[in-house]
């Protein structure tokens, strides 16, 4: 059977209410994927408090963080060689054993082991849900199902710690991570039932040498930048050979994949100008995302006095417009086929919302900093999921699983750099500022004080007023070098080549490193 009639019988077989059904597993799978961490932050007080280990707190974090980013190329792989569908149930499994045994783990040494079980699984659920909504949807059509999928990350992101405060008041901070199980095991049911995808049959070996050492350059990265100007300064000793270790690594992987007859991440994906060109704009929406969404609670809590309670609230300006632009944007795409001005339009907005974030300061209204970050938002809104749905555009079919990973990974890297960064220059200005308004003796106390509402009304005024004008000036910083950094993605959408995508007829041309994809026809499923 020919390529041509098996994508002729195969849009027989789609009918909408399949595609609807399948799509709500892989969202219940992408909530669980999101949801965890957002819940677990605001249990972590509790935590601590009954298990102990406040010394190794940071590594319940780092633990899930680092194995997911490690395994996130590795799942990409697995299912373009095996399958889809397997691959993707394996790691909702993994999931939700590493969520059953954290919420029975008796000290915070288990429970730093079973969170990296926990990320190894997680690792593999946003992967499976964008490689199979890239095999399930074409590019022309994928664009109506986008405000979905940036609706599951305001949820999340709104959702997370409103529920995992409820959860840990009235139920206990193990129940943070037994609610993944019946989310989790209505999300296998359905995929197990609904989802048939063409089985594949592996055509080499694994690259065992390649995921080893691709590991090893996440795992230095994500330690560098977590670990950096915190439990680190800088220039030590410990950051600067996990930097080299990094570097070496980073060559052996790239040598090796020259030589490996399965790569794990093929080099040759990157010939792509879109592709290559989506992997930086993600990598810098990581960045602005995740310092914005770090940074601003903190900033509306210490300096405008706002409830921490109600932190995933105080991003709704940013994450409804971000929901919106994004379903509109997808609805232009998937109506005109065109794509190339959203990335300039929200590279433009991304640099805009960040500069106008940088210029809060205490006399800064909650109106006004809601209007910069709807203005942040609209700009994450166009460029969220248009860089994944043009890096699937300009690769093979058979490299979809890669595709997505690989666009992935860039975009978590992007965060941990983003956080790292932005929050040594912030820690730095409030360090700075409040030396410079209290003396020397006040350094200390700045570096350990991320003081809610509460902690700060019970400061005498004239810390209070020097602390809020130095969580401003740090604030100021940390957007500023966000700003600079989102120009980066701005200059780099020009270069967008506009490739017609699949679904929307007969391409008319290609880009010379790997664009011809947009004729491959794709796989689907029955129902």
Sequence with gaps: MTQNTKAAEISEEVKPRSVRVVLMALMIAMLLAMLDNMIIGTAMPTIVGELGGLEHLSWVVTAYTLATAASTPIWGKLGDMYGRKGSFLTSIVIFLIGSALSGMAQDMGQLIGFRAIQGLGAGGLMVGVMAIIGDLIPPRERGKYQGMMAGVMALAMIGGPLVGGTITDHMGWRWSFYINLPLGAVALAMVSAVLHLPKKKAQGKIDYLGAALLTVAITSTVLVTTWGGTEYAWGSGEIIGLII???????????????????????????????????????????????????????????????????????????????????????????????????????????????????????????????????????????????????????????????????????????????????????????????????????????????????????PEAVRDAYQHAVAAGTHSAFLLGAAIAVLGFVAAWFVKEVPLRGAGPAQGADAGGDKAAQAPQESFSH
């Excluded at 860089?387 to 990973?405: E, F």
């Excluded at 700075?432 to 003796?441: A, H, I, K, V």
């Design 245 to 459: 270790v990094g570097v070496v690594s980073i060559a052996g992987f790239l040598f090796a994949e020259t030589k490996a007859a399965e790569p794990v991440m093929p080099l040759h994906i990157f010939r792509s100008r879109n592709f290559t060109l989506m992997s930086v704009i993600g990598f810098l929406v990581g960045f602005a995302m995740f310092g914005g969404v770090l940074y601003l609670p903190l900033f509306q809590q210490s300096v405008q006095g706002a409830s921490a309670t109600n932190s995933g609230l105080l991003l709704l300006p940013m994450l409804l417009s971000m929901m919106v632009v994004s379903l509109i944007a997808g609805r232009v795409t998937t109506s005109s086929g065109k794509y190339k001005v959203f990335p300039i339009v929200g590279g433009a907005f991304m640099v805009v919302g960040l500069f106008l974030l940088a210029q809060m300061d205490t006399e800064t209204s909650r109106l006004m900093s809601g209007v910069y970050m709807a203005i942040l938002g609209a700009g994450l809104g166009f460029l969220m999921q248009i860089t994944m749905l043009v890096a699937q555009n300009s690769v093979d079919m058979k490299d979809m699983g890669v595709a997505s990973s690989s666009a992935t990974l860039f975009r978590t890297l992007g965060g941990s750099f983003g956080v790292a960064l932005m929050g040594s220059l912030f820690t730095s200005r409030v360090t700075d500022t409040m030396s410079e308004r209290l003396g020397p003796q006040a350094a200390d106390a700045a570096g350990a004080a991320r003081l809610d509402a509460a902690s700060l009304a019970k400061l």
